[in-house]
């Protein structure tokens, strides 16, 4: 049977609502429970599921796989929560800041151990590529949010650096979650692989479509206030491809904006945006995402099963790119 997307999401919700916590001290498990409560787009299990349905027809099979990823992926955020001092997430108290600190990082690392141990409930034939996999991935996954703090401190981040970033902080685990996907509904190799291509590409394209809500969102779509890259002066591709594209006098209006420490916050925004409008920064990132999703639609055509079975995917991913928020 091929499932939609929606009734994909409803199942990955369902299930996640009737994980028990049953371990003790309920205090421990309290935040996990909570930040799983949350919400959120759930795109990685919908994709490991999706990416199974391709090849299998019970995409439920390995409901336990999904939630391990969703958790980890959540472990992530919590944690990124605690480093950024962040109030919300999601329209809700972020962890460390309903409970404290040190709850958040315990409470995380339990995340953690959880998603270990859910992607751990597999067949033993495909525990070996499994966990390789997604060790890897949560590897790269640090390694790329280390490079993300470096580059705060850093005014000469160029874009394949900036590139490379974003593929390890968010693509790989896009790709991971099809290729799990596909190693689990029996995939030949090469499939895998390029369903893995795949989810780099989409993930590249879904990272710089934030950096472009993040400007010029609409604020009741988007669910935060847009700007907030512009005033932390994170190295996005727009701030960086405008750095490089700007004259000597937008150069300096960039820099004074960047170097300010007592600033008006909207006059901040107004201010850079402009400069993102008269050096045409909108439209290059816009084709950058297209050069991206255009890329991996040509990799999803390669893999090995009939155009039909993959309409769900294309239909998914389509819709992620898409987006307002």
């Known amino acids: 049977m091929l499932y939609n997307a929606d009734d994909i999401l409803n199942k990955v919700n369902e299930a996640l609502e009737a994980l028990s916590y049953d371990r003790q001290p309920a205090s421990l498990y309290e935040p996990v429970k909570y930040v799983l409560s949350m919400g959120g787009k759930r795109i990685r299990p919908v994709l490991m599921l999706l990416g199974y349905n391709l090849f299998k027809e019970e995409p439920t099979d390995i409901m336990p796989q999904a939630l391990g990823l969703e958790t980890y992926h959540n472990y992530t955020l919590l944690h990124d929560d605690l480093m950024d001092n962040a109030d919300i997430r999601r329209g809700h108290m972020t962890v460390h800041k309903r409970w404290n600190d040190n709850t958040a990082i315990l409470s995380g690392d339990s995340m953690l151990v959880l998603a270990y141990q859910r992607m751990l409930q597999c067949d033993a034939d495909y525990l070996p590529q499994i966990m390789a996999l997604f060790t890897e991935t949560a590897l790269e996954i640090g390694e790329g949010q280390q490079y993300d703090m470096d580059f705060e401190t850093r005014t000469d981040v160029t874009e394949d650096e900036y590139i490379e970033m974003i593929r390890l902080k968010t693509s790989v685990l896009l790709a991971c979650a099809l290729k799990i996907g596909a190693i689990l509904g029996d995939a030949a190799p090469q499939d895998a692989t390029l369903l893995y291509r795949f989810g780099e590409q989409i993930g590249l394209a879904f990272q710089l479509q934030d950096d472009l809500l993040d400007v010029y969102g609409d604020t009741k779509v988007f669910g935060k206030a847009i700007g907030g890259d512009i005033l932390s002066n994170k190295k996005t591709y727009m701030l960086i491809n405008a750095m ?55 990799l999803l055509e390669q893999v090995g099963v009939d155009s039909d079975r993959k309409r769900e995917l294309r239909l998914y991913t389509a819709d992620m790119m898409n987006r307002q928020y």
């Not at 000597?248 to 925004?269: P, V």
Request: proline content about 0%.
């Open 244 to 298: 490089n594209r700007a004259d000597d006098s937008q150069r300096r209006e960039l820099m004074k904006w960047i170097e300010a420490t007592d600033f008006d916050r909207a006059e901040k925004i107004a201010a850079v945006t402009q400069i993102y409008d008269e050096i045409g920064i909108r439209q290059l990132c816009e084709e950058k995402i297209r050069f991206y999703f255009d890329c991996g639609k040509q």
